[in-house]
């Protein structure tokens, strides 16, 4: 196997999906592929998505998760970001988030160089940008991730789990009231144009202005 994952090369924006792989076959691609690597990947069902994101999914995905960390900050909230950790459950599914917060649960955490999900919490909130990859809303659930993000097309999407399943809702649950739907898709358009340091400079005086 780890001869064929040498010869298995994915272009940006695509993606394979291999078939049949055993938990311990997807334990040891885990192994084989390394922790420094641009792919991201999924499985569920014994079948195995490897993904190698575009230019514009990464610009998208850091400014976000910066226009995040901002709020956090500004607010005062501890919080912990793991990027893409590779999240394991019991032995039939994982994936690799795009980004991933730990803010409620941070100081269970805190401190920790490895997640084991047997005995610590989920992220608090996840964040999925959707170009050219798929979310696996049933992988987050199984893995109990309670807020998860999805920006797609311009349009973020906030779901929260409740009772096993996701549901779609106009307000984020850790950040009530920030009106994030619209604004967060407005400040990353406006990054495009004025570039990443001026509009962080200008959301944080937005959200000071909103707390004043």
């Not at 900050?73 to 990027?83: A, H, Q, S």
Request: glycine share 4%; aromatic share 8%.
């Amino acid at each position: 196997m780890l001869l064929e994952l040498k010869r298995i090369q994915v272009p940006p924006g695509q993606h394979i999906i291999l078939r049949d792989i055993s938990w311990q076959e997807f334990e040891q691609i885990l192994t084989d592929l390394g922790e420094h690597r641009a792919a991201r990947i999924a499985y569920k069902d014994q079948c195995l998505e490897i993904m190698t994101p575009l230019a514009e999914h990464e610009d998208n995905k850091e400014i976000i998760s910066d226009l995040i960390k901002v709020l956090l900050e500004e607010l005062d909230m501890e919080f912990r970001c793991l990027g893409s950790t590779t999240f394991r459950k019991e032995t039939s599914q994982g994936l690799e988030p795009d980004q991933c917060f730990y803010i409620k649960n941070e100081a269970k955490i805190r401190g920790k160089s490895r997640i084991d999900l047997s005995i610590d919490p989920p992220p608090d909130l996840a964040l999925e940008i959707d170009i050219t990859s798929r979310t696996y809303p049933d992988i987050y659930a199984a893995l109990g991730v309670p807020e998860l993000w999805r920006f797609e097309r311009n349009t973020l999407q906030i779901n929260v789990l409740i009772n096993g399943q996701y549901q779609s809702i106009s307000d984020s649950q850790i950040f009530a009231g920030w009106n994030l739907i619209q604004v967060i898709p407005q400040f990353l358009a406006d990054s495009k144009v004025e570039g990443r340091t001026t509009i962080l400079r200008k959301f944080r005086r937005w959200v000071q202005q909103q707390r004043s």
